[in-house]
């Protein structure tokens, strides 16, 4: 495993609304231990602010811990952040569309991303997925009703594509239909295993509506054009319907904590995706500048060597002594330094001799 992808899931284990409001309360008792601890020694002055610093930031540290978590588990808080990724790609409304407008969406292929697993052959293949990857397998076979022509095809890792593929047959799908791809380990890896076997293709995507933003981002930075059919929606279409400000809203819920989480969890992968993009994008400049620089050196050194090589340049003969024969060459302008020769077919003709009485004054 590379390094980006363990320090991906390295970081995102700690950065969660429970898990960040877990640690906030924890090092707020912590720093109010340090505050309350009386050591042998009467403290100095350095020692008695510090103390009494980290009390009023343990208590404000352990206060924000429980507000957080109090907000993250509100439906007025949850349900705009569900919505904000759930509006982006609506699902296929079929039931809605021409048969002019199905046949033009009509795919080669159904690609479904696996959504989780409880992988386990003692239970019934529909119990060995996450709520997740039970709606997207779903969401594929009534697709796969709609379009019997095309494939379906599973990606994830392997015990998710065996779960999601039982589930499918047991749910009506012929097997010679189901293709598999199992070395996919993330969002970021499905377009690039996927291209050898989507090709030029059109094909449906089937995911969760809050998962489909970054999904579709990845696809189509690899180049291939998904179209869109979210599934698994918890907001959508009915977000604003309501008053947000109800009194039952404002009562905790672990399922509106789940929604946030969800939502946590999209933000962090779309930030993480233009992070690793632009880290991407450093890089090949980074290594394309010794190329550049070698390049211009080799092609410096070429041009030394052919100045050293080449014959040198043609110029005007310079006159022989005792009036020899010029060599023939390629006639060129003359130098400045270079002296012409004499002109030897024309004769000069003598001035007239001038009397000194004749003479100018300045000669």
């Known amino acids: 495993m590379d390094f980006w992808f363990l320090l991906k899931k390295g970081v995102s284990v700690y950065i969660h609304p429970l898990t960040i409001a877990m640690e906030l309360i924890v090092l707020g008792i912590v720093l109010v231990g340090f505050s309350r601890r009386r050591g042998r020694k009467k403290p100095g002055g350095f020692l008695r602010w510090l103390r009494r610093a980290s009390g009023d930031l343990g208590v404000a540290a352990v206060i924000s811990g429980v507000f957080f978590l109090f907000l993250a588990s509100i439906k007025p808080i949850a349900d705009p952040l569900v919505y904000s990724l759930e509006k982006r790609y609506p699902p296929l409304r079929l039931d809605q569309m021409t048969d002019r407008e199905i046949a033009a969406v009509a795919p080669e292929h159904i690609v479904v991303l696996a959504g989780g697993e409880r992988f386990d052959p003692g239970k019934p293949p529909t119990s060995q997925l996450s709520y997740a990857g039970l709606a997207r397998v779903n969401e594929g076979v009534r697709l796969a009703r709609l379009f019997p022509e095309a494939d379906v095809v599973f990606t994830g890792q392997p015990d998710e594509v ?202």
């Not at 579709?216 to 179209?227: C, S």
């Open 162 to 363: 065996r779960a999601m593929t039982e589930s499918a047959i047991d749910l009506g799908v012929s097997k010679d239909r189901i293709v598999t791809e199992s070395e996919s380990r993330d969002t970021k890896d499905h377009p690039r295993f996927l291209r050898p076997i989507v090709g030029d293709g059109r094909f449906l995507l089937v995911t969760s509506g809050t998962h489909m933003p970054r999904a579709m981002a990845l696809f189509e930075a690899e180049g291939l054009e998904p179209i869109a059919a979210s599934c698994d929606l918890w907001v959508w279409p009915r977000f604003g319907d309501e008053s947000p400000y109800q009194p039952e809203y404002f009562i905790p819920k672990i399922e509106h904590l789940w929604m946030t989480h969800i939502a946590f969890h999209e933000y962090l992968g779309l930030a993480w995706a233009k992070v690793f993009e632009a880290a991407e994008e450093r890089g090949a400049v980074v290594q394309s500048e010794p190329a550049t620089a070698s390049e211009t050196q080799s092609a410096s050194e070429q041009k030394r060597e052919g100045v050293k090589d080449s014959p040198a340049p043609a110029s005007v003969p310079l006159p022989l002594p005792g009036g020899g024969e010029e060599t023939e060459s390629t006639p060129s302008p003359p130098r400045k330094s270079e002296a012409s020769p004499p002109a030897e077919e024309e004769e000069v003709e003598p001035s007239p001799e001038i009397s000194p009485g004749e003479r100018p004054a300045f000669l």
